[in-house]
């Protein structure tokens, strides 16, 4: 199934791309040793990596969770048309996202609250649509919670350099300041409670602004992880960055605390970009971590 509960709180997985981000374990994972990549290709394959061709697969998707009434979306992918000159695999892309958000029920007048984890090419894209060669919000009735970290650091106008180097061209001008100029961001700093379940908190690392939406409903436990972990072999070895970490240091303690945290709190880890069944259990082992088991959803390639 594409949806499961935990407490109060409803969970719904809305496809937008799986497939090859067409860069290799060495490249995207420099730190990942070639070992866990060999000795794991029996499970890794075929929803993480393409054993014929040792590329990576990966999920571009939005967590569309019901909670107290609201309907809210965790990030929102690369969206359509968009001019991506230096990340050519998300340029121009035709999907079919919104219609797949029809088949779970929401339509853009309906979301409440969009979450952006962080402002990279890929959780930001459908935050506008193209209409009358204008980019304007797709979610017309939405608050964007956007770390405001990010939100600066981002902002081409302050001239940061970064490690994506040229792969973010474009997507502050078309996918953040419409919105803003909107009138609809609310930029947060350090955690921000969204209801009595659902709580973001900084988790920079990864980008400076960097989150997590931490789920606490009954006994249940979840944590959205955005781009904390790429691959499940980000949890075997912690210490492994992916290629796209602005800071490394800061990006492997993140790692370390979040999944400390949902191993002794028997929370479901769910990452922005994992296929097969999309999120994962985890425990510690020795100090390391290991999958425990998988959530429910099902895997890409699986779907009737």
């Not at 709180?9 to 809305?14: C, D, G, K, L």
């Not at 919000?137 to 970290?149: E, Q």
């Not at 955005?226 to 490394?248: K, R, T, W, Y």
């Amino acid at each position: 199934m594409e949806q499961i509960k935990l407490g109060n709180v409803t969970i719904t997985r809305v496809w937008e791309y799986y497939g090859s981000v067409e860069i290799t374990p060495d490249a995207f994972f420099p730190d990942s040793s070639k070992e866990v990549w060999e000795t794991g290709r029996p499970w890794l394959a075929p929803h993480f990596l393409d054993s014929e061709t040792n590329i990576v697969n990966s999920a571009i998707q939005t967590w569309l969770l019901r909670s107290e009434g609201k309907t809210i979306l965790v990030d929102t992918g690369v969206g359509n048309h968009k001019e991506r000159p230096y990340a050519p695999v998300w340029g121009h892309r035709e999907t079919d996202f919104l219609a797949n958000l029809a088949r779970a029920g929401v339509a853009p007048e309906d979301v409440d609250i969009v979450i952006n984890t962080h402002l990279h090419i890929d959780h930001v894209g459908w935050n506008t649509y193209l209409h009358e060669r204008q980019w304007v919000p797709t979610f017309p009735n939405a608050t964007y919670l956007m770390p405001k970290d990010d939100f600066e650091f981002w902002n081409p106008e302050n001239g940061h350099e970064t490690v994506f180097g040229r792969g973010n061209q474009n997507v502050f001008e078309d996918s953040v300041t419409p919105v803003h100029q909107a009138g609809q961001t609310l930029l947060w700093e350090n955690s921000h409670q969204i209801d009595a379940d659902l709580r973001l908190e900084a988790a920079p690392g990864h980008t400076p602004g960097s989150s997590v939406l931490t789920l606490a409903s009954g006994t249940d436990r979840a944590v959205f992880v955005g781009d904390m972990l790429h691959s499940p072999v980000q949890i075997l070895e912690p210490h492994a960055n992916s290629c796209f970490c602005e800071d490394p240091a800061g990006a492997r303690a993140t790692r370390r605390k979040v999944l400390g945290w949902a191993a002794d709190n028997n929370a479901l880890v769910i990452p922005a970009h994992f296929g097969g069944h999309g999120a994962a259990e985890v425990v510690r082992e020795g100090s390391s971590f290991a999958v425990k088991g998988w959530a429910p959803f099902t895997p890409y390639g699986e779907q009737g």
